[in-house]
T-cell receptor, first 112, second 115 residues
Framework: AQSVTQPDIHITVSEGASLELRCNYS??????LFWYVQSPGQGLQLLLK??????LVQGIKGFEAEFKRSQSSFNLRKPSVHWSDAAEYFC??????????FGTGTQLKVEL | ETGVTQSPTHLIKTRGQQVTLRCSSQ?????VSWYQQALGQGPQFIFQ???????GRGNFPPRFSGLQFPNYSSELNVNALELDDSALYLC??????????????FGAGTRLSVL
């Protein structure tokens, strides 16, 4: 069965500081991996995706993520956080075009 | 903006009632997936519809059912509502392509409260 673990429920960073959100997955084949962001009361916005190829993927809003097969990880990073990045971030794994399995999310707070 | 629209945005029902949620997919997409997001949790897959047929189902009871129409819009129906059905219901549309490299685009969701 596929699963996603986001070990950090809450993270607080200062504006301008770097950010790394952790994601570990379990999947029986080559995974398709995604990061989504959700603002309060809103749906999910896709930040970036990994299907194959280059293990470092770039997304919107200055985010990037690195796929590490040996560690079953797909961590999200941003060099300099902006106050508007405060939101909840979800990592998801899928394959075959069917369901996505999400982690429980990481709530990001940005201190000014 | 993803082009995926859901209605209504909020809904209040009482236990035992039935509810229908609606979703219009993004132009050009042929697949709709539904997810339930309980408070403080990640979204949980309910089912997916592709070309009007169910194409996968999560661990939800049969009182959760769906439809997809020829224009690829979709409905989620929940019968005999229970208190635990209170959640944000998210619809995602995608274009089923080669090797399943599908990207799901989400609507803003319908917030269902069951009293």
């Amino acid at each position: 069965a596929q699963s996603v673990t986001q070990p950090d429920i809450h993270i607080t960073v200062s504006e301008g500081a770097s950010l790394e959100l952790r994601c570990n997955y379990s999947y029986g084949a080559t995974p398709y991996l995604f990061w989504y962001v959700q603002s309060p009361g809103q749906g999910l916005q896709l930040l970036l995706k990994y299907f194959s190829g280059d293990t470092l993927v770039q997304g919107i809003k200055g985010f990037e993520a690195e796929f590490k097969r040996s560690q079953s990880s797909f961590n999200l990073r941003k060099p300099s956080v902006h106050w508007s990045d405060a939101a909840e971030y979800f990592c998801a794994v899928g394959g075959g075009g069917n369901k996505l399995t999400f982690g429980t999310g990481t709530q990001l707070k940005v201190e000014l | 903006e993803t082009g995926v629209t859901q209605s209504p945005t909020h809904l209040i029902k009482t236990r035992g009632q039935q509810v229908t949620l609606r979703c219009s997919s993004q132009s050009g997409h042929n697949t709709v997936s539904w997810y339930q997001q309980a408070l403080g949790q990640g979204p949980q897959f309910i089912f997916q519809y592709y070309r009007e047929e169910e194409n996968g189902r999560g661990n939800f009871p049969p009182r959760f059912s769906g439809l997809q129409f020829p224009n690829y819009s979709s409905e989620l129906n929940v019968n005999a509502l229970e208190l635990d059905d209170s959640a944000l219901y998210l619809c995602a549309s995608s274009l089923n392509g080669l090797l399943g490299k599908n990207i799901q685009y989400f609507g803003a969701g319908t917030r269902l409260s069951v009293l």
